[in-house]
Nanobody, 120 residues
Framework: QVHLVESGGGSVQPGGSLTLSCSAS????????AGWFRQRPGKERELVAA???????EYADSVKGRFIISRDNSENMMYLSMYELKPEDTAVYYC??????????????WGSGTQVTVSS
């Protein structure tokens, strides 16, 4: 079982920035795809950003141009750099990973989530 642990969440004002980190207990990030989901209050979980085993990336339309996903396979780490944050980005953010080359809607491994609150 792969354990994923998120960190870096917190409160920030609109227009601010945060970087989320995800640490994996095994070399899952060098094997397959990974990404970040979020669940906003009263909404379904949604895919925010994904990175394939070949390092191609994809983003939800709502975050394109503002969020950047990256990973460091040598450190078993993945990151989500978030810029120009908006109140609608407020959510619990989940780190996910899978051994498949591309991330689907049901990744096998999930972290427990970290809260991001954007408010003035």
């Amino acid at each position: 079982q792969v354990h994923l642990v998120e960190s870096g969440g917190g409160s920030v004002q609109p227009g601010g920035s945060l970087t989320l980190s995800c640490s994996a207990s095994a070399s899952i990030f060098s094997i397959g795809a990974a990404g970040w989901f979020r669940q906003r209050p009263g909404k379904e979980r949604e895919l925010v950003a994904a990175i394939s085993s070949g390092s191609s990336t994809e983003y939800a339309d709502s975050v394109k141009g503002r969020f950047i996903i990256s990973r460091d396979n040598s450190e078993n780490m993945m990151y989500l750099s978030m810029y120009e944050l908006k109140p609608e980005d407020t959510a619990v953010y989940y780190c996910v990973a899978d051994s498949s080359p591309f991330l689907g809607n049901h990744p096998r491994h999930w972290g427990s989530g970290t809260q991001v609150t954007v408010s003035s």
